[in-house]
């Protein structure tokens, strides 16, 4: 379930976080990244639910599949626009990152990590590998570009190549894996008629 998150995680700080200390190496004003990204985490308010309720329709994995191959194509145009130094055109590469790609496999995976496990080991299976998965692809993930851009002598080509790597990752796992949209939480075993009759002497 880790491998599933990565995508979301990775690249949800590298297009979020990363982005403005690239943006302020290209010399392009660190102003504009910011006020780009406040636009597209109000625009996920939307996307995000929307996402979701349209993984209930069509199903948990080609929405997930469908944003990761998202991050996987812009990964390279969003670079190059932020290089461009176009403020209108840097917006609409966050919207398009953050706002679709990002939102789609964020919206898509609560629910079907959940249904990956029976309830009985639910909450602790999806707890401890989300926050694993968040912390090992996520907290590590602007560190990493940064040492990639810097490895690669300011070139970006080391990160969207690991961008790549994060989303293609998620994108294959989740195909390998069940769809679980059909899945009903009929294993949830309702209380016994019998039961609460069986407290009547401690009342």
């Not at 910011?34 to 929307?50: F, N």
């Not at 939102?103 to 029976?118: I, K």
């Amino acid at each position: 379930m880790r491998r599933h998150r990565v995508a979301n995680c990775s690249c949800y700080y590298i297009f979020g976080t990363f982005s403005v200390v690239y943006a302020e190496d290209r010399g392009l004003s660190t102003a504009a990244l910011l006020s780009g990204i406040s636009i597209a985490a109000a625009v996920k308010l939307v996307t995000v639910p929307a996402f979701g309720a349209l993984s209930d329709r069509v199903g948990r994995r080609p929405v997930s599949i469908g944003g990761a191959l998202v991050l996987l194509v812009a990964a390279w145009p969003f670079f190059a626009i932020v290089d461009g130094g176009n403020t209108a055109l840097v917006w609409l590469a966050l919207l398009v990152t953050l706002g679709v790609g990002q939102s789609a496999v964020l919206g898509s995976q609560p629910a079907f990590f959940a249904e990956l496990f029976d309830t009985k080991v639910r909450f602790s299976a999806v707890g401890v590998a989300n926050n694993i998965g968040t912390v090992l692809t996520g907290g590590l993930a602007p560190m990493l570009a940064t040492a990639l851009l810097l490895w690669f002598d300011h070139s970006v080509a080391g990160v969207v190549v690991f961008i790549a790597l994060m989303s293609g990752l998620t994108a294959g796992t989740v195909a390998l894996a069940r769809e679980t949209r059909h899945i009903e939480d009929a294993e949830v075993t309702p209380m016994s008629p019998a039961e609460p009759q069986s407290l009547k002497h401690l009342t």
